[in-house]
């Protein structure tokens, strides 16, 4: 399982920094490996990311997992900032 520390909060606010971490599986699919990452949040299940796209190999697939989780905490973690103003 990788680790992946949160991106933090919006704004310059800085708040509690959750370990967010993401269990990757491979499944063949015509021909291919078809990739997917269970995303969790201090060890409670929050989200699945899938790559359609076939990749050469694990580490590569890894590498495009992490970038998309990167993107997707950003826009998650701002989303739950924003509710708490609200």
């Known amino acids: 399982m ?7 909060g919006v704004g310059g606010s800085v708040r509690d920094r959750p370990l967010w971490t993401m ?3 491979a499944e063949p699919r ?3 490996l078809r990739y997917r990452a269970d995303v969790f949040e201090n ?7 899938a790559l359609s796209g076939g990749f050469a190999n694990q580490a590569a ?3 495009e997992l992490e970038r ?3 993107r997707w905490m950003t826009e998650y973690e701002s989303r739950c900032e924003k509710a708490d103003w609200d």
């Open 2 to 8: 990788n680790e992946m520390q949160s991106t933090g």
């Open 23 to 25: 269990s990757v599986e």
């Open 30 to 32: 015509d021909g291919e």
């Open 43 to 49: 060890g409670v299940f929050i989200c699945r990311i």
């Open 61 to 63: 697939a890894e590498i």
């Open 68 to 70: 998309r989780l990167k």
